[in-house]
């Protein structure tokens, strides 16, 4: 980029971060203990599907926004998502409300009434809707990121009920040296981060930011790279380093002394910690983590792979890159570029105090990823045709 076009790049996050002025504190009607009905965005997503059926476990009915022409549709859609990661069968249906809508649109696109009477009836939203995607550049996530946001804040005020916001640590940028990034450190900055993913998310933390300082009820929720379901091993396909991994099988080979180590967190442990903080009035404020006991390098996840039964050469880079270059339909291909941005830089540390005070007394605790959980993982991977059976189980 120029400097004139990296110039232009500062003002419009700038831009971007400004709160409307409609936006105005309140105070929360309803204790967060007492919270009965929630909305939730993303059900359709793998994060959302998952602290769906979280809050349903809390016996909690939970209105999910649902991108769709009419109810019936949105239910088809939410239910289809739902049997991608094998909950379907295993959660209170009974207790899902649908409602079809927008989340960039102005009050969802609903009618003034069907708003009025979902704001009445909420207690609590939970805003875990993204575009989460790689290769998109930031100006196409804009209206989504700037849009979406406002409009969470504008139901929160309606409906007098709190905002728990679901960010990630990619929000960090900077120095891997300095000390390991704390719930209260500051994020950023933005001109740092190479995705234009990240920088929506940070985008859109500084608009929640913004809204809490004007006395509006909110948390926010950071969590480190999400993986599958501890108990049934479902997982996201579109995972970065499942990508990664189904990429390397598929290829054969692995590259020796790749520099990608990150901190991998099971779903089920980041939806429970989630809402195992918003359950206390005196979360409300505060920004929380979800990390992983540690980080998993490469040569950890090499092992995981074997363990599990799959037979992998270990090669140079270059070789691993020429590998993955010659098959189009390998799951590494498009992100061959990102793959290596990545490489270059030195993973961050983080630090979850403030979560982990919070969840003290809750039994609520973050499982290790081994190579059992990640056999559970290959598994999911396997019955639903992402993965070759391994020569072990064969």
Known sequence: ????????????????????????????????????????????????????QELLDRGLTVHCLVRAADADSALARLTANLDTYELAGTIATDRIRVVPGDVTLPKFGLSDGDY??????????????????????????????????????RFACAATAPLHHVSTLGVFAGDADSDPRGESDPTGPAADMPLGYT???????????????????????????VWGDSKSGACQK?????????????????????????????????CA????????DAALGGIYHQIGPAAI????????????????????????????????????????????????????????HLTRRLLDGTGIECPNIDERLFGTYASFFVRHGHLPAPVASA
């Open 199 to 225: 920088k929506s998310k940070w985008v859109a933390e500084q608009l929640i930011l913004a809204a809490d300082r004007r006395g509006v009820p909110i948390t926010m929720h950071r969590p480190a790279q």
């Open 297 to 352: 390098d490469s040569e950890t996840i090499l092992g995981f792979i074997r363990s599990a039964g799959f037979e992998i050469k270990e090669v140079s880079i270059i070789k691993w890159l020429k590998a993955i270059s010659a098959d189009v339909t390998n799951a590494m291909f498009p992100l061959i570029r990102t793959t290596m941005l990545m490489e270059r830089q030195e993973p961050l540390l983080f630090t979850d």
């Open 116 to 153: 009025a009477e979902l704001a009445d009836r909420v207690e609590a939203s939970y805003h875990t809707a993204a575009k989460v995607n790689f290769l998109t550049p930031y100006k196409w996530l804009r209206k989504q990121t700037i849009a979406g946001t406002h409009e969470m804040l």
């Open 273 to 280: 910690a989630i809402a195992g903080v918003t359950a206390q």
């Open 238 to 270: 579109n995972d970065f380093v499942w990508r990664f991994i189904t990429g390397s099988i598929q290829a054969g080979v692995y590259p020796r002394n790749f520099r990608l180590k990150m901190n991998l967190v099971p779903v089920d442990y980041v």
């Open 1 to 52: 980029m120029t400097s004139l076009e990296i110039e232009g790049a500062a003002e419009q996050l700038a831009a971007d971060t400004e709160l409307a002025a409609d936006i105005q504190g309140f105070t929360p009607t309803v204790h967060a203990s007492s919270v009965r009905d929630v909305f939730l965005t993303g059900a359709t997503g793998f994060l959302g599907a998952f602290l769906l």
